[in-house]
């Protein structure tokens, strides 16, 4: 194939282009607005990763520092995990300042994430950050828009276009020209944004796999924009038309089909809200035993059952101390009846997500956030790994502590006396690391499919039209 053709057409469009003034004023403002959102976003970024350090240092020297205490007591005390974020999220930070970073572990308890900057900022901050993927997601559409919607269609009113395929050149070569002249521009600024994010990012988790598949979605996603101004240019008749049935692309793409599908999967799957599910667990764990009744049926029997085993008559006779067990048994309760809180709100989350992915192809831009997000360690799937991480953790260490209550106190007195402090520094409190990507398939699955699909619409269209002067 002789691709000299294509590369003159491409030539000639981006001499046009400059020559024009107000494209190259255009890319400059988009390169301009990309290093600010690059500058704001680090700036956010640091923040979060400075907290997360703080965080986890102070919680290590804390409860390292703890003095000789009751195990009871230090199950309360408690202890602080901290969210791991990748470098990535200076890009797409994603969910990140809405379901928080911090998360409190303590006995008889499964606290959701908190300090979410989303909740806490004024009604000034409250606007969303400009990120890079933002300005991938939606001003970079809309300024190729502005630069041009009127590619084909002015040749088309000046006779340029008739003149070039009365000398023969096949349609399909000018519009493979121009598309070429749209897309390497951009190809090149988010192929730089991809080199200087990999030099900054080195040594990080899966930063090849995770780099790659939001390069990918992104090159995907901006070729089949550029596939649709080409294709709807060389469709219209007037420049106007040209540039309202782009604008009116651009505002059901990235605007009204994102956000219509999330409010229309919040409608039909509503989540319940935290307080009310804690308000269920309440009062399912007292209709399955109170520890702190002695007549409560359950732990009655649970009671019957240890001194049968022990062939003792009194608790006090009992190898091991009473109040540990039962408080073992109540955590495990407890940790029940919140995991299946849990699960049932992750139930309702993964229902809209469902809702959304069935819709999902009406809009690439929601294709590519998905795909963004699941790359930069910020999606519900991530977060959801965290949690649960998090909870292992939680229910690993106040077993151990309650193991200590049981076998290093006695019973008759409990409540004065204390155990080494280097019990606590032996306590089991495994590192909460950021989960593969793998656990975000289901979405990167259903992206990736969308974004080939915006790939080849276009391009069939602009196939279809080019065969036309």
Known sequence: MNLTPLWTIACNEWRRLWHARVPALLLTVLVTLWLIAALAAHHHWQDHARTVAEVTQRSQQDWQSQPARHPHRVSHYGDFVAKPLHPLSVIEPGILDQSGHLVYLEAHRLN?????????????GRFPLMTPAMIVQWWMPLFLIMMAYHTVTAEKVTGTLAFMRGNGTPGWQIAVGKW????????LLLAIQAVLTWLWSRGSDQLALRLTAMLLAQIFYIAGWCLLVVAVSWHSRQLHGALLTLLLCWVCICIIFPRGLANLAQVLHPTQPRAEAEYHAEVKLKTIG???NPNDPHFAAFKASLLKQYAVTRIEDLPVNYNGLLMQEGERLTTEVYREQQALHDQQLARQNASIRLWCWLTPALALQYVQMASSG???AHHQAFISQAENRRYQLIEYLNSIHSHKVVHADDKNTRVSAEFWQ???????????????QPSL?????????????PGAFLFKVSQRI
């Open 290 to 292: 109170d520890s702190h």
């Open 378 to 380: 910020n999606d519900l």
């Open 112 to 124: 959701s994430a908190n300090f979410n900057p989303a909740t806490e900022a004024t009604s000034l």
């Open 426 to 440: 032996q306590a089991p409190r495994p590192a909460v690391t950021l989960a593969p990507m793998s656990v975000s």
């Open 180 to 187: 070429l002249a749209l897309f390497l521009p951009l190809l």
């Open 445 to 457: 699955q259903a992206s990736f499919l969308i974004l080939l699909g915006w790939l080849l619409l």
